[in-house]
């Protein structure tokens, strides 16, 4: 049985040094490149900001104030 250990133990301490190596292998060098229109790159209009909506601003909930 103890020798059973050993070699399992072996066997896994040499799995992890392979696995501590191969982390250390430098990345392969890739480049993505995707193209972006002329029209993704326009701002957004001032009237897509504005928000209509009404929000309680009180502790009660009969009285609600609406923000703009």
């Given at each position: 049985m103890r020798?059973v ?9 040499i ?14 060098h ?5 193209p972006i ?12 900001f504005?928000?209509d909506?009404?929000f ?8 609600l104030?609406?923000?703009f």
């Amino acid at each position: 049985m103890r020798r059973v250990r050993i070699v399992l133990g072996m066997i896994i301490l040499i799995f992890s040094i392979l696995l501590l190596l191969w982390g250390f292998l430098p990345a392969r060098h890739e480049v993505r490149s995707q193209p972006i229109s002329p029209t993704e790159l326009q701002l957004p209009t001032p009237i897509s900001f504005r928000f209509d909506a009404a929000f309680s601003l009180s502790a009660s909930l009969s009285q609600l104030v609406p923000v703009f």
